[in-house]
C-alpha cells in the first residue's frame, strides 16, 4: 500500500472534487488516499490562514506512515508558508515525493534545493475539473502507484526542473530558488499576456545562466490584448534565450491542460517512486 | 532654453496627443519640446522595431543641445532596449535628465545604476489623457523647466528612487538593476490583482536587503476576482516588508495617476534642475 496525503498550500477544493479523485483512486488498489481536512478550508483567497496551511503541510509531510504529499491545486499561496514548512521538515519527509504544479512549485522548488524528498511535477485533483481531466489525474494516480513514466530520452540523463512561467520569475533570487545549473529548465505559462510572457523571458533568463537550456511547454489562454504583440511564444522563448546564451531545446509537453506530463525534479534515472 | 527630447522606447503615441502637450508647454517660455518622429511609429505593440527605437532614444540622449529626454509614455518595451541604450550612451548623456515611470523604469533604473544623468520618477505625455492630466503633465513641463519641487522632507537626505512594483520585481537581479542599499524605494501598480501584488512583494522583498525603507504609492484599478484576497495592499506591504526586516515608511505620493509626483532619483539635495 502507498499512503498519498494531500493537502492545499494555496487555495482549497470541495470534498465533492475529493470524493470524485478518490472514487477514481479506486482504480489503484495499492493506493489510499487521504485528503487533509484542511484542503476544504476557506478564508479569504486560501485554504485557511497561512499557519493553518503550514500547519497541515507539515502534518503530511511528517507523517512516517505518508508515502507521498500530493497538492490539492494551485491558485496562489504556497509561497507564504515554503520557507517555514522547509525549515520545520522532519526525517519522514526525506523519503517522500512531493507532487504538484503552478503554484506548488514554490515548495517544489524550496525543497528541491533543501534536498528534502522528491520535487515532482505533475497534474493535482484539481485537475479534474478540466476536459480530459480523468486522464490528468490518472496518470498522477499511476505514478503515485508506482508505475513507471515513460522515460524523456530527449534529456539525456541532464537533470530537469519544471515550473510555471510567473512562478519561476517569483523564485529567482529568492531563500527557495534551487542551483539550476546543468539543468534542462522547461516553463509553461497560462493567462497571461503575450507582452508580460516577454517581460517574464526577460528576467528569468537573466537567472538561469549555466543551465543546460529552456523547453517550453504550452501557453494557453492568453488573453486579448488592445494591439497585436506581434510574436508568439515560441519566437519570445528564443529571442530572450539567444540574448541571454541560453541553449533553446524546443517544446515541453508540460502545460495547464490534461496532457500535462510528469517530470521528476533531477536526473531521469529515478523516474519512477521507489 | 531648455531643449526637451521626447521619443517612445516602449509604445506609441499619437501626433494630435503631442501637439495638446506642446500647446500647454507654451505656458512655459523657456522649454522647446521635440517630439521626436519615432514616437509615432506603431508595429505590433511596439512604437518601431527594437532597432528603432533605440536609435531614437541615443538620437536624444547624444544630442548635446537637448537638456532632458523626457518618455513618451509607458505601456511594455523598454527594458529590451534598455541595456544596449545604456552602453552607447556618449558623454552628451551624462548632463540630462531623464523623465519617466512605469515601463520606462527599466530605463531609470539601469542610467541610475550607470551613473548616467538624473533619472527622475514623474508625469509623461501620455498622462495628458488621464482625468486631471493637464495638471500632470503642468508637473513635469515645470520641473523640467527648471522650478523646484517640493522637498520631501520625509525623506531626511536619504537617497530615494520610484517604481512601478511590477517593473522592480523584473528589474530585480538583472543587469538593469542598481544597487539600492540605504535608498527609501517607493513602488506603485495599477491593474493588477492584490494576490499578484502579494507576490510581486514576496519577490521584491527578498532583492530589497539593505535599503533603508520602503514607502507605497497608490494602488489603483485592482480588478476584481472570483474570492476576496483578505488584505489591502499596506497590510500586503507591511506584511512582506516585516518578514525581510525592511522598514515601512509609510505612504508615497505616486501612482499612475494625475496626482503622481515627481521624484527625482538620488538625494533630495538636488531636486531641481540646474
New interface residues.
Given amino acids: 500500500m502507498s499512503r498519498i496525503a494531500i493537502c492545499a498550500p494555496a ?1 482549497p477544493i470541495t470534498r465533492e472534487l475529493a470524493e470524485r479523485v478518490s472514487a477514481l483512486a479506486a482504480e489503484f488498489p495499492s493506493l489510499e488516499l487521504a485528503f487533509h481536512e484542511q484542503c476544504f478550508v476557506e ?4 485554504a485557511g490562514a497561512d499557519e493553518l496551511r503550514l500547519a497541515a503541510l507539515l502534518d503530511c509531510a511528517s507523517d512516517p506512515a505518508v508515502d507521498a504529499v500530493w497538492f490539492a491545486r494551485g491558485g ?2 504556497a ?2 508558508i515554503a520557507s517555514a514548512a522547509i525549515s520545520r521538515m522532519g526525517p519522514a519527509a526525506r523519503d517522500k515525493a512531493f507532487l504538484g504544479y503552478s503554484d506548488a512549485g514554490y515548495l517544489l522548488a524550496g525543497l528541491y534545493r533543501a534536498g528534502i524528498g522528491r520535487s515532482v511535477h505533475g497534474p493535482m485533483p484539481m485537475d479534474l475539473r478540466r476536459d480530459g481531466g480523468e486522464q490528468a489525474v490518472r496518470r498522477s494516480l499511476a505514478f503515485l502507484a508506482g508505475e513507471p513514466i515513460e522515460p524523456d530520452h530527449s534529456l539525456a540523463q541532464r537533470p530537469v526542473v519544471a515550473f510555471n512561467l ?1 512562478t519561476l ?2 523564485l ?4 527557495l530558488m534551487p542551483d539550476l545549473a546543468g539543468h534542462v529548465v522547461m516553463v509553461e505559462e497560462v493567462a497571461e499576456h ?3 510572457i ?3 523571458f ?2 528569468v533568463t ?2 538561469l545562466g549555466g543551465i543546460a537550456g529552456l523547453r517550453l511547454g504550452r501557453v494557453s489562454d492568453v488573453p486579448e ?1 488592445d ?5 508568439q511564444p515560441e519566437e519570445i522563448a528564443r529571442y530572450w534565450c539567444a540574448r541571454a546564451g541560453i541553449p533553446y531545446l524546443g517544446s515541453a509537453d508540460i502545460g495547464h491542460d490534461a496532457q500535462n506530463r510528469i517530470v521528476p525534479f533531477g536526473v531521469a534515472a529515478s523516474q519512477r517512486l521507489p
Avoid at 43 to 46: A, D, E, K, M, R
Avoid at 227 to 231: K, Q
Fill in positions: 487555495t478564508q479569504g483567497h486560501f496562489y499561496g509561497n507564504r510567473m520569475a517569483m529567482c533570487g529568492t531563500d503575450l507582452y508580460a516577454d517581460r517574464l526577460f528576467h537573466q537567472h490584448n494591439r497585436p504583440f506581434g510574436a
